[in-house]
């Protein structure tokens, strides 16, 4: 709809203008024309004032339908052509100028008022004093050149009145107003350049008309020559330009940088030095006209006062940019600090470096965990200066480092153990975070982070001492004990009452429980602590499953839950005894949680490079915020489960380890009350492909 309307409106602006082109063609062919002067000059007398009030009126309807400040630019344009009509209909029926003078002058002003509303922002008072002064000189150069070079000989004569006055002013305001016609141009949207050039040209055609009107002399001066139709057209291309389809669009906003002060600047002292130059050639020959003299004063005035409002604006520009480079400062002395001190605070190392992997900073905690002084650093190659080389003396190589890889492939490593040299040769074992450090898209460096992992791992060694040697002081006594109780509770010792049966086997009972939880404890650590090795061979998937079955078969049986063996399909890379430790885990769970009468399923199928393994019992099932924790150390289900299952809490732990260190992948998905399933992923083992042999007597091409 928009682009139609667009259309319609380029097409009545095509019609306006060969309307336009048609009424100045015939009052061109009417001006020039042999008929009497005083037919002449009553038609001028009454096309004057129908031009000007068609075009006022057009630049009144465009009002209507603009917006903001354009609306305010049609609108004052609409008003100094309705005072010019007002101006030329009071003149012609008093048959005095003066009156007409007094209301062309208030609507060239008012003119100006409107080129300065075109602009959806507003200016800067001292841009739009600029631009008026520039328009003067600009104005007053060309009329001083007309006045010394053109017409030396006019001079107003009897001295200066109203209306001479008024008459070297109209020109000089019409001047002004196409210089402002230009600026604007110079600085407007493509859209807008159509309405504001013909607003130019309608002004420059005033300036023409009414410098042959101050030059031709007042009293000598008669409507009915071609001289008017400067009038008539300028009129006409005023209504004209508000038929455009630009005229009532929003126009770009402009901005402060988007003017050219250099051109205009060029444009208004080139003018001024030419007609500086033609006043000084001419004066040697002959004297300067009232005319010239006065035109002279005005630019001069017009000169000094547009470098003093341009020297005043500069001196505040430069305040203000003073201003605000002060607080500038101050804000980034500021951050700077804050950031100094925040690096200074952290317990972390922290380092960065440059795309060739040179240190740029480097915050105290670093150098001090190094033995470098903070200086010393800066600068130097980070991989070759402090990460060690590997156990056979040969450094690592820097293209596998984590530093190269965040630099070159923007990748971020998290939590990566490297081992670093102090500046006195001791190897310190660290944590690294590795991040690159990007400026936009592109990568500028890697910022480092590092923690020293000296006293972690003292900790973790004492850790695991200590539940290794508590762990084997208590199953020597535990034995002993369990031997006993058992002796005990198979009458070794004679009959005991049922009192004391029961409470034998509720000792038995617990020292059993405990002996099964420092087993497990061991377990654990000595999977996580690397004391158990695995070693995975190829495997067939159903023989490990048949393996676990069978030992669970009879738990099963006990609970009165059945064990169904589903479809085993696939070959992985796995240690046996592990694995099927993990499947008795995980069906030994099943059972455990599953109602009488229930089945537990366990199946296996091959899933692109893994062979997935799931145990489905239809049990209790579990929360969806517990699917994950029931994987870490002494986590249950729920708190009643040791007292009430027997469990320890670490079985799901130790077969996490184990599947990890197989490199596959263990988890748990449930629909709480219905049914809980296990997945266990291990490395498949593809099937070898079957050897076509070929048949006795067949050919076999080589």
Known sequence: MAAERVQVRGANFQQWAGIVALWVLASLTVLLSGIPEEARSGFSAAVLPVTALVAATSCLLTAKRSVGRRRRAWALLAAAGYVGFAGNAVAWFSGTTQTGDLAYLGALLIGVLALLSFPSSPVRRSRVARMVLDGVVVGGSVLFIAAVAVFPERQLNGGPTLASVLALIFPLLDAVLAALAVFLIARSSRSDRVPLVLVGLSFVLYALAD??????????????????????????????????????????????????????????????????????????????????????????????????????????????????????????????????????????????????????????????????????????????????????????????????????????????????????????????????????????????????????????????????????????????????????????????????????????????????????????????????????????????????????????????????????????HADADRIVQTFINLLGNAVKFSPRGSEVTIAARPSGAFVEFRVTDHGRGIPQDRLERIFGRFEQVDTSDAREKGGTGLGLAICRSIVERHGGRIWATSSPGMWSTFYVTLPRVEEPQPVDVPERGDKVER
């Open 211 to 572: 410098l042959s009107y101050a030059i031709l002399g007042i009293t000598a001066f008669n409507l009915g020559t071609p001289v008017d139709l400067g009038w008539i057209t300028g009129y006409a291309l005023g209504g004209l330009a508000a038929r455009h389809p630009g005229a009532v669009g929003q126009p770009r906003k402009l901005r402060q940088d988007e003017s050219s002060p250099i051109a205009a600047t060029v444009l208004t002292f080139s003018l001024f030095i030419v007609a500086a130059a033609v006043g000084v050639a001419t004066m040697s020959t002959r004297p300067w006209s009232v005319v010239a003299v006065i035109l002279w004063i005005v630019i001069l005035g017009a000169v000094a006062t547009r470098q003093t409002i341009l020297v005043i604006d500069n001196e505040r520009l430069r305040q203000e940019l003073e201003g605000r480079v002060r607080a500038r400062t101050t804000e980034l002395r500021t951050m700077t600090l804050s950031t100094e001190l925040m690096l200074s605070s952290v317990g972390d190392g922290i380092y960065g470096v440059d795309t060739d992997g040179r240190v740029t900073f480097v915050n105290p905690a670093a150098a001090r965990t190094l033995g470098y002084a903070t200086a010393a650093l800066v600068g130097r190659d980070a991989h070759a200066t402090f990460h060690a080389p590997g156990a056979n003396g040969r450094p690592f190589p820097a293209d596998g480092c984590y530093i190269t890889e965040a630099i070159r492939d923007g990748v971020t490593a998290s939590a990566e153990e490297d081992i670093y040299r102090r500046v006195d040769g001791k190897d310190i074992p660290v944590e690294v975070t590795a991040s690159p450090l990007r400026g936009g898209s592109v990568i500028l460096g890697a910022v480092v982070v590092f923690r020293d992992m000296t006293q972690r791992r003292e900790v973790d060694r004492l850790k695991n001492e200590f539940v290794s040697v508590v762990s084997h002081e208590l199953r020597t006594p535990l034995t002993s004990i369990r031997g006993s109780l058992g002796l005990l509770v198979g009458g070794a010792a004679g009959e005991m009452t049922p009192q004391a049966h029961r409470m034998v086997s509720i000792a038995l009972e617990s020292s059993e429980r405990l002996s099964r939880l420092i087993n497990d404890i061991l377990e654990v650590e000595r999977i996580e602590a690397g004391a158990t090795p695995i070693e995975p061979v190829e495997q067939e998937a159903r023989n490990l499953v048949e393996a676990a079955v069978d030992q669970v078969r009879g738990v099963a049986d006990s609970e009165g839950v059945s064990l169904r063996l589903g479809d085993v399909v696939g070959r992985v």
